[in-house]
């Protein structure tokens, strides 16, 4: 299944991140990886394969139930 664009952060200075897309039932999240330490310590341990980024909350505006936009999967 191809992903479906769902929105750039409208106020990044590049104009590239962070980005959202919608894959099925999946959310695909471009972010920034978050390295501060008292961030990861509160976070606790990843499972392998996994990070954690940071995404602000102007963002949720892109993700249709926030939006009000009725999901349509294909």
């Known amino acids: 299944m191809a992903l479906?664009?769902?929105?750039k952060d409208p106020d990044s200075p590049d104009g590239d991140s962070p980005t959202v897309w919608e894959d099925g039932d999946d959310y695909i999240l471009q972010g920034f990886v978050t390295t501060e330490p008292a961030v990861l310590d509160q976070v606790g341990d990843l499972p392998k394969g996994e990070t954690v980024i940071r995404f602000p909350k102007r963002m949720m505006q892109f993700f249709p139930e926030v939006a009000g936009?009725?999901?349509t999967d294909a």
């Open 4 to 7: 479906r664009f769902l929105g």
């Open 69 to 71: 936009a009725s999901r």
